[in-house]
Nanobody, 125 residues
Framework: EVQLVESGGGSVQAGGSLRLSCIASGFTFDASHMGWYRQAPGAECELVST???????YYADSVKGRFTISRDNAKNTVYLQMNSLKPEDTAVYYC???????????????????WGQGTQVTVSS
């Protein structure tokens, strides 16, 4: 059974930091393309960052320079270090594996692949 379990969300003030973790099981992690998406209430699912099996990374312009994605294949874990957080970063953050890559999509689950349950990030001004 494929499982993706996110953790590390919470509430912080603007300018603060959080580190999200996603532990994967049930598939070949080191051969998988991983990513983080987010969805705010009433908004579409938004691509945040991806990391390929070769370690190549991609960031949305809105988070470039503030967020860092990384993976530890020995631990089947992908991370998202989020610094200089802004109120507009408030959303539920989802970890995905082998999903399609799209800047925006109505629902994250519609991108295929595997998904976690999401973790809430709230940034107050």
């Amino acid at each position: 059974e494929v499982q993706l379990v996110e953790s590390g969300g919470g509430s912080v003030q603007a300018g603060g930091s959080l580190r999200l973790s996603c532990i994967a099981s049930g598939f070949t992690f080191d051969a998988s393309h991983m990513g983080w998406y987010r969805q705010a209430p009433g908004a579409e699912c938004e691509l945040v960052s991806t990391i390929g099996k070769d370690g190549r990374t991609y960031y949305a312009d809105s988070v470039k320079g503030r967020f860092t994605i990384s993976r530890d294949n020995a631990k089947n874990t992908v991370y998202l270090q989020m610094n200089s957080l802004k109120p507009e970063d408030t959303a539920v953050y989802y970890c995905g594996a082998d999903m399609l890559v799209a800047a925006y999509y109505p629902e994250c689950s519609g991108l295929g692949g595997y998904w976690g349950q999401g973790t809430q990030v709230t940034v107050s001004s």
